[in-house]
């Protein structure tokens, strides 16, 4: 059997890597394609060192731009080697621009196409990501649903075929990384377990509208006399921060550099709870037996909300929201499969 992988960012390359060692142990030959739809990789991330993440056989240069522009590129480009390589079967991952041209493209040329984390629904609706999800989705002959929740969404639209629920490749990544979790940052700040926030904040719609960052800030400084909030703050949001005046606002809490990986794991092991509105902390707080306050409108990890693990918010309703979730509740087990995702992927494919 020989197939072909498409990526074209950083987490892609992640889960492409997870299912490769997979692959090599039943002897399939697998074709990595690198789009280039973000090219700034960093090859001494922690992430290629331990996973021995490796280069790409083709490399379509294909860059920024629009979203026709660069959804077309890839098109173009990946068809040519596909109908070259005339592989079994394609896999994509996620929700990117790359995702949905590969699977046009082996849609097109009558080529089974396996989507990686099919079956994650986001309102609203018009996101280009989620625009992106629905339509490869409808296109796959295999769907890999990270959920039982993302299985009955697809059931929704009238998908039941070819899909299975194996768990979520990054789980198989957390349990992976997990004893080169380091706690530097915890120790350095004489924080002690439990007893202590971790917040990251980078979404536009909470950074760049002034009166909305404000009152996230604002309801930081009012958790903070409570709790002790520890706060990575994302580049873009440092200088949204200067350039709205609101240094201020930041003095009682403690604000680090950008965190990498593995101490920011470390970090939020040690803490008592998280505020985010990053898609991939939602999980790897859960994963460390931690809840979030969400603050967002919605999220593609419903499961976590609908259980009463996880807690919506808006800006303005984060200190209610702290209450509600500083209340005991039981730990819901498996939302996310076993952490044998990738070989659970690679049995279904053979």
């Known amino acids: 059997m020989k197939l072909i992988s498409l990526v074209g960012a950083r987490p892609q390359f992640i889960k ?49 731009g629009m979203h026709g522009e660069m959804t077309g590129k890839i098109m173009i480009e990946f068809e040519k080697i596909v109908l070259k390589e005339k592989p079994d079967i394609i896999i994509v991952y996620g929700d990117t621009n790359t995702t949905l041209a590969g699977a046009i493209v082996g849609a097109k040329l009558k080529i089974p196409v396996a989507h990686v984390e099919a079956g994650i629904r986001q309102k609203p609706k018009d996101m280009p990501e989620e625009i992106n999800r629905v339509l490869t989705d409808h296109v796959s002959t295999l769907l890999f649903c990270p959920s039982v929740l993302a299985v009955e969404n697809l059931k929704r639209e009238g998908i039941s075929e070819g899909v299975y629920f194996v768990g979520d490749v990054m789980y198989d990544l957390f349990l992976e990384m997990k004893p080169l979790f380091r706690y530097d940052i915890y120790k350095n700040l004489n924080l002690k377990e439990n007893e202590f926030i971790v917040c990251t904040l980078h979404r536009d719609f909470n950074t760049d509208i002034p009166e909305r960052l404000k009152n996230i800030l604002l309801q930081l400084v009012e ?61 790897e707080a859960y994963w460390s037996g931690k809840r979030s306050i969400v603050v967002m409108p919605d999220t593609g990890w419903r499961e976590l909300v609908e259980v009463g693990w996880n807690i919506l918010s808006e800006p303005g309703d984060l200190t209610e929201k702290f209450e509600l979730l500083m209340k005991p509740t039981d730990y819901p087990e498996n939302l996310y499969g076993d952490g044998q995702a990738g070989r659970k992927i690679v049995e279904l494919i053979v």
Do not use: W
């Open 223 to 283: 958790i903070s006399k409570k709790l002790p909030v520890v706060f990575p703050i994302h580049p873009r949001t440092m200088k949204r921060i200067k350039e709205f005046g609101f240094e201020g606002l930041i003095d009682d809490i403690f604000v680090t550099e950008p965190i990498d990986y593995l101490n920011m794991m470390g970090l939020i092991e040690k803490s008592k709870c998280v505020i985010t509105d990053s898609g991939g902390l939602q999980k």
């Open 16 to 64: 492409e890597a997870i299912l490769h060692k997979e692959f090599s142990k039943v002897g399939i030959k697998e074709i990595l394609v690198h789009s280039g739809q973000h090219y700034d990789f960093n090859m001494s991330d922690i992430f290629f060192q331990v996973l021995d993440i490796r280069k790409p056989d083709y490399y379509l240069n294909v860059g920024s």
